[in-house]
């Protein structure tokens, strides 16, 4: 049994952004029991966007791509070697089993990482109607053998991601805002892109994409937006692979105060635009589950995945309506326009009177 010093848990998930941004509570709580904040290895670089600088995380060790055998992966390769230099800490693996197997454990193996010092969420299987960060969570109660000593924690621990903006992005944003001249307006944002959205070739035909919310009603609900608030701007978001996408909505809307950013939005720059935003509507995608962790009032439409396991979460109390989702609706496309804006309408109400009471 381990006693000594103390020990920075590492924390493996190879998810995309959303993936990303649930497992923050998980980091909280694993900080709070082991007396370190966690080592996280993770995919991808908005695995550092979201988390270099976090009080939870004292390093990020990431790559790009878990594909592959590990020994033709040069990028995974390093983290697996320097996991050595680790081998004594616990280690808490957040990933489904079959990845686990082909990726995770040939990891673990090359660093000599004993088996009595990690925990699997593979496990601990997920109850039925189960939120997913309650499930990490759950899973954060998990101890490894060897640190059997280690207590565990109170229920009352926050139960929704939180995760602020840096200081360097708050001040890019400003830059940012002047450059385009919308600062002072209030600011909605749309995010009709998903991760499937694009292909190497363009857009992913609609009828392949299950979250595929028609481009006239992207384009209708943002002339919607601004017939009731017309002092708005309406900003669409995307990474600078979706910019073309983008564009494509805005020329349908043909609304002058409709802002296609040229190249996209990064990741940090987007997380700054989501604290000053007045809102967002969102397919069920990574950035709406960063929308409610910055406290941005959230939209999120669904379609083949059940709200009870997926919704967004805010720490901060900020609302979120849900549309769609199973076991109703299988499709975005089957969500229709003007329900979209009547429910952020409401959503813009309810946001209106918080703030007035805040006053």
């Given at each position: 049994m381990v006693t000594s010093a103390v020990q920075s848990p590492v924390v493996i998930r190879f998810g995309r952004v959303g993936d990303t941004v649930m497992l923050q509570p998980l980091l909280h709580k694993l900080h709070l029991r082991y007396g370190a904040p966690c080592r996280l290895v993770a995919i991808g670089d908005w695995s550092r966007v979201l988390y270099e600088g976090n009080d939870d995380?004292?390093?990020?060790?990431?790559?790009?791509?878990?594909?592959?055998?590990?020994?033709?992966?040069?990028?995974?390769?390093?983290?697996?070697?320097?996991?050595?230099?680790?081998?004594?800490?616990?280690?808490?693996?957040?990933?489904?089993?079959?990845?686990?197997?082909?990726?995770?454990?040939?990891?673990?193996?090359?660093?000599?990482?004993?088996?009595?010092?990690?925990?699997?969420?593979?496990?601990?299987p997920m109850q039925e109607g189960e939120h997913w960060v309650d499930w990490l969570l759950r899973f954060a109660d998990q101890t490894p053998s060897a640190f059997a000593?280690?207590?565990?924690?109170?229920?009352?621990?926050?139960?929704?991601?939180?995760?602020?903006?840096t200081a360097?992005?708050?001040?890019?944003?400003?830059?940012?805002?002047?450059?385009?001249?919308?600062?002072?307006?209030?600011?909605v944002l749309l995010q009709p892109a998903n991760k499937r959205t694009m292909r190497w070739n363009g857009v992913r035909a609609a009828n392949d994409d299950e979250k595929s919310w028609p481009v006239e009603r992207w384009a209708g609900l943002a002339r919607a937006i601004l017939q009731w608030q017309p002092e708005a701007r309406v900003v669409l978001c995307g990474s600078p692979a979706e910019a073309g996408y983008m564009e494509t909505i805005r020329a349908a809307a043909n609304h002058p105060h409709v802002v296609s950013p040229r190249g996209g939005l990064p990741l940090g720059h987007l997380r700054a635009l989501m604290e000053v935003a007045h809102s967002m509507v969102s397919v069920d995608t990574g950035p709406a589950h960063l929308a409610a962790a910055v406290g941005c009032p959230l939209v999120v439409?669904?379609?083949?995945?059940?709200?009870?396991t997926w919704v967004p979460r805010s720490a901060s109390g900020s609302p979120v309506a849900?549309?769609?989702?199973?076991?109703?609706?299988?499709?975005?496309?089957?969500?229709?326009?003007?329900a979209v804006a009547q429910v952020w309408w409401r959503l813009s109400q309810q946001n209106a009177k918080v703030a007035a009471k805040a006053m």
């Open positions: 995380v004292a390093e990020v060790l990431n790559f790009q791509s878990q594909r592959g055998s590990l020994w033709f992966n040069p990028q995974r390769l390093r983290v697996a070697l320097a996991l050595r230099q680790m081998r004594t800490a616990p280690f808490y693996i957040c990933e489904p089993d079959v990845r686990t197997r082909t990726k995770v454990r040939p990891m673990l193996a090359l660093a000599r990482v004993p088996l009595e010092h990690c925990v699997f969420i593979e496990d601990i000593d280690t207590p565990t924690l109170p229920a009352a621990q926050p139960l929704s991601p939180r995760l602020l903006p360097n992005e708050r001040a890019d944003l400003q830059v940012w805002l002047r450059e385009q001249g919308i600062g002072g307006h209030p600011l439409l669904f379609g083949n995945r059940w709200p009870c849900v549309l769609g989702g199973l076991p109703e609706i299988s499709r975005v496309d089957q969500i229709d326009m003007d």
